[in-house]
């Protein structure tokens, strides 16, 4: 019973839990950060868990890391230096790299582990850090962008867990000054950002948080993903001060980039329309969110 408890507990989704039937253990191992879990389910395929928490499944996966890699790259014409924030699982890379006009792309992800895990049970992920361009860099987020020159990039792309735990700093005034510092002028920022069904509070923040820190436009974005809680994630899309981004308007479609539909294995998920659409906000969360 305490066991079942605890389900109901988390702080991020108190009162609720949702449940996959698992058919196999395939891994579980534990980081200096966090406890890693990796199962085969009865309905999505593998699974991986981090502190319990859902991060992917084999089947709804391209919903996320299409939509956090596209809704920014396909926002402003020919991004070229790319960080990535997280996303040791490799799924978000792999989008990046239909994006022919990208020359580097970075990533810093604290954790060795999931790395390590995910190339052996989700090749089809893991497949981005095979791109030439990439460069791995493992440790601190903020020590990473501290260390990076001024004006570096132009879209920097955080994929992190929810914000307790090795991910708390991600979602704080400082960290968000470090990624302004690091985007060049007209750079854009897409952040991971819950919940518009749970975290309004945490949205809200961040939305004034990134208005006054970016100076550009800022507008949250939303998907569907059902093994997340509550079965959607939101995208915090912002742009700094420069020249003007309209996230609502992709000026640079995936279906007009060569190849980038089909490169490595088709896209599931993304399109110019789910683009457009992503920006639609229910009426509770237009009148929740849009006075920030
Ligand atoms: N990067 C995974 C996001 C998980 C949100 N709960």
């Not at 978000?92 to 990533?107: F, K, N, Q, T, W």
């Not at 895990?117 to 460069?135: T, W």
């Not at 995936?254 to 980038?260: C, H, M, N, S, V």
Request: charged share 20%; glycine share 8%.
């Amino acid at each position: 019973k305490a066991n079942k408890l605890q389900y109901y507990n988390n702080p991020m989704w108190p009162g609720e839990t949702h449940s996959l039937k698992v058919e196999k253990i395939l891994y579980q191992g534990k980081s200096p950060y966090q406890e890693v879990l990796i199962f085969e389910s009865l309905t999505y395929g593998k699974v991986l868990a981090l502190d319990g928490i859902v991060q992917l499944t084999d089947k709804d996966e391209c919903a996320y890391q299409e939509m956090i890699t596209h809704l920014p790259l396909c926002s402003i014409p020919s991004p070229k230096k790319v960080l990535v924030i997280g996303g040791g699982d490799g799924g978000v890379l792999r989008e990046i790299a239909r994006h022919g006009s990208v020359e580097s792309i970075d990533i810093c992800e604290i954790d060795q582990l999931v790395i390590d895990v995910c190339k052996d049970f989700f090749p089809d992920l893991s497949v981005g850090f095979k791109d030439p361009r990439v460069r791995l860099h493992v440790g601190d987020a903020v020590e990473f962008l501290r260390n990076s020159p001024e004006g570096t990039y132009d879209a920097i792309i955080v994929d992190s867990s929810d914000p307790i735990g090795p991910a708390q700093e991600l979602v704080e005034k400082p960290f968000f000054e470090t990624i302004a510092r690091a985007l060049r002028p007209g750079g854009v920022l897409c952040n991971q950002a819950e919940s518009m069904w749970l975290h309004t509070h945490l949205i809200q923040d961040m939305l004034s948080i990134c208005c006054e820190t970016f100076k550009g436009s800022v507008h949250y974005a939303w998907a569907s993903v059902p093994t997340y809680p509550s079965g959607a994630i939101g995208f915090l899309l912002c742009a700094k001060e420069g020249p003007p981004v309209n996230f609502l308007a992709p000026i640079n479609p995936i279906e007009k980039l060569e190849g980038a539909m089909t490169a490595g294995r088709d896209i599931r998920f993304y399109n110019t329309e789910m683009h457009r659409a992503a920006f639609v906000l229910p009426t509770f969360a237009k009148r929740e969110l849009e006075a920030y």
